[in-house]
Structure formats: C-alpha cells, structure tokens
C-alpha cells in the first residue's frame, strides 16, 4: 500500500473505535515517513480518545512545528488543553485559530465547550450561535448545534430557548435521539399533558426502528424509561430502564475493579498516616468541597451553598483528582512517599496548581464550592494541602440512590460501573467503607448531609450547612431553586431547579422485584 492508502486505512480504525491500532500504524508510518504533520495529528487524535492527554498535546505541538498551517492539529491541541485543565493556554489557541481563521467552524463549536466548561454559559452561547450561523451559511446539517445550544440554555435554565432549539432540531429530524433525550430530561410526563405523551410515543415508535445504532438505542430507552417513571408505571419503565443499561455493557469495559482496587489501597496507604502535618501553605480562598455518591444530592446541596451571596458554584471540577494522579498515582497503586515530600515541601504545589486552573473561571467570591463527586477519595489529600477546606458528604438511603444511578446513563466513563446491577452495589459498597474509614481517620472534619433529613426539614438542615461552613445567613440559600448564578450541567438539572420535595425518598420499593440483585448485594 501507498502513503494514502495506509493511511485511510488508520482513519478507518479510527472511525471504529479501534484507537490503539491507530497508535500502531501511526508509529510505523512514522518511521517510513517521519514528522508527516497528518500522521501526527491523527495519532494524536487517538491519544485523545484515551485520554493520554499529555502525550496527544506533544503529537499535536509536533504536527503544528512539521507544518504550522495544520489548523486540525491547532484545534486538536487547544481541545487537548482543555481536557488536561490547561483552560488558560486552551483559551488563548481558540482565539488564535478564529483571528487567524474567522470561518473555521470547529474551532467555534470547541470554544464554546470551553467556556461552558468554565461556566460561562453567555460566552458559550455567543460561540454556538455563531457555529449555527456558519454551519447555515456553508449548508452543513444543523441539528446537532442546535442540540447543543438547547443544552447550554437548559444549564442557564432557560427551558424556553431550550425546548425552542430542539424542536427546531427535531423539525429537521424527527427520530433525533440525542433531541429526544434532552428533551425529556426537561419534561415533567404527565397523562394530563397532551404535548408531553405525544412526545413519548414518538420516542416509542424511534424505539421500534431496527436500523438504530446501539448508541442510539441506549439514549432512547433510557429516556423512555425516564417518561414512564415520571408517569409512575413501573414495568415499563423498568423494561427501558434494563434495556438501556443492558446496551451500555454491551459497548463498554466496566472500570469497577479499577475503582474498587484503587479505594482498597488508599485506606492502605493512609491507615498510618501523620495528618497533623497539614500544609502551611495555602491559599486564602477557601474551597467547599461537596461530595458522595452521585444522585446522592449533591446537585441540591451545591445550589443551597452557591445561592449565598459569598459562594461560587464550580460545578464538578476535576482538577484535584487529576493532580492526584499526575502526582501520586500509578494504575491504582499510590506513592505514599511523595505524598509525604509534597507535605514537607516549602511550596504547597497541590493547591497553588488547583487554584491555578481556576483563573479561567473569573470568580470573584471568597469561597468556591468544588462538586466533584469522586473527591470523596482524597479526602485525607484535602486535609493535607487544603486544610482550610470544608467538606459536606452527601448521603442517601441506598436503595434509592442506587436505583436513582440505575436510572440514568452518564457521560463520564468514571462512571462505567454504573450499567450492572451487581456493579451499582459493590462500588457503594467501597465508597461507604472509604467514608467510614476518613470519619475515623479525621472525626469532625466531614459534615454529613442526608438527603431524607434534608427534605423533610429542610430549614434545619440548611442553617446547619451554614454554620458547619461558616457562613452567615443568607435567605437565598433557602430559595435555592431560584439560583440561577450556578449553571448545572448534571443529570441532576431538572431536579435541582425545583423546591425541595419527598417524592423520591424511598422510591426504590416499587423497583424491589425488579432489582433483587442490586439490593441483595448492598451492605
């Protein structure tokens, strides 16, 4: 084969998913044709998908310096940038690539996902409004841009634009999964609501069409499942539910042993453990850090902080976990000795570089909530280099939350244990014996927030959160629902836009019969 034909033929490994053949082909092209700027950039490409980033952002800068007008390799540097947390240098590539190119349209799009990552929602929309704009003018297919732009109005909560852009997506494409799902994560199902139940049975007929891609199979039945639960018929909601689940395993490698393994050797690592050396360097911000299992509320309990006028609300960052495993971490095995050398150093680097990639998000209130649920695992880290930290463990009846993440598909492949009913149960499992373990550990320093107090004494619960954070009172924290200064980009959006309610405390007993293997399994 020649050049081009070796070539297409990784690009065709690509499209498949197949990422470290790519890899592969890409090294020996390499060597036969060495510093080809496509080569690079798509290899690259591949490191991305894996999320090697450090090692795509050096086959990006590679392909830029082989040949410096590869705007592909521009675009795919600043998109690697921000996946590592370097939103900074990725801001300023974005800029660069539209002054130099003002039509580039990916560019636009890619923008946008940075400064919704960032929490700029205006910034975003302004960008994939000018996306659509461009996409129209060179008769590119719209829908998917207007499905993201719904998606940046419905984190604002402005449900009107939202809704508003995806019917106009579905106008040009009726069977739209990915519209439909969003869609019905904004609809509250009722028998009462004509517009809604014409909806659901459009996705059901989708549902039926065997020509559907797995992808989309999984999105449909879940948001099926979601239209039946909301109408409180069970069977069939569960009947989605499982469907959904089932085609996620099908096309995803679980991570739980990963997860487990990694939980198990943390306790090892600090079961001995100084934690009266915390460090003296630190920043004068302080970080509320809100974790737990996911839909254990910890999206409610952000918007009741954030609402206060000194809070801002972060979202789910994850910048300490990937400092962690930049610095501390191999496979799931921990460097206990470097922790201790960070410790000892004159220079707090953990907390000089998290508060670091927070210059992106323009914050001007004293305190930052970080809402990153798996934060859970650092904990003794937090005591260690964030000592003036808060942390709030959200805590939920096991039971409903592990239905609750049975429930939902997420985009996080954190979160690829999250389809098997067994799976769902032992990673609570490991997560409820970490937190026992921290509360030994560090008695005092985590409040616990259980989602069944917290909506049936709301009032309470609140001026307890304040005072553990030691904030003054702030009405707004109690008309939470009305907080639109934190955007929420969780599955949690349509919950978390409400007053708080008790419908869903001890949801999960009409889904017993269903989830015998999940309840059974939980500690």
Known sequence: MNFQEKAQ?????????????????????????????????????????????????????????????????????????????????????????????????????????????????????????????????????????????????????????????????????????????????????????????????QMEQISLNSSLGDDEKRRISFAIGKAYDDLKDTEKAFKYFSSGNKLYKKTTKSNIVYEISLMNNIKKTFDNFDFSKSHKKYSTQKVIFILGMPRSGTTLVEQIISSHKKVYGAGEIGFLTNLVLQNFCEDSNINKQKIIDFQNFYLNKINDEYFDKLRLFNIKEPIITDKALFNFQWIGLIKIFFPNSKIINCKRNPHDNCLSIYKNNFSSNLMNWAYDEKEIADFYNSYNSLINFWNKKLPNFIHTVEYEKMVSDKDNEIKKILKYCELEWDNNCFNHHKNNKTPIKTVSISQAREPVYKSSVNSSDKYKKHLKEMFKNLI
């Open 9 to 201: 033929t990784l690009v065709n490994y690509f499209r498949a998913g197949n990422f470290k053949k790519v890899i592969e082909g890409c090294i020996v092209i390499n060597k036969k044709f060495p510093d080809n700027s496509f080569i690079l950039n798509l290899s690259g490409m591949a490191y991305l998908e894996l999320q090697r980033f450090h090692k795509a952002i050096n086959l990006f800068e590679l392909a830029l310096k082989s040949d410096n007008s590869n705007i592909a390799a521009a675009n795919n540097l600043a998109n690697a940038c921000k996946h590592a947390g370097d939103f900074v240098r990725s801001d300023e590539l974005f800029r660069k690539i539209i002054k130099s190119n003002p039509h580039y349209i990916n560019a636009y799009n890619n923008y946008g996902n940075l400064k919704s990552t960032v929490n700029d929602f205006e910034g975003a929309i302004k960008l994939y409004e000018k996306t659509l704009e461009l996409a129209k003018e060179k008769k590119i297919n719209i829908v998917n841009h207007l499905i993201t732009l719904a998606q940046a109005y419905q984190s604002c909560n402005n449900k009107e634009k939202a809704i508003e852009n995806l019917n106009e997506a579905l106008n040009i494409d009726p069977n739209n999964t990915s519209a439909h799902k969003t869609l019905s994560s904004i609809y509250k199902y009722s028998v009462d609501d004509a517009k809604t139940i014409s909806q659901l049975s």
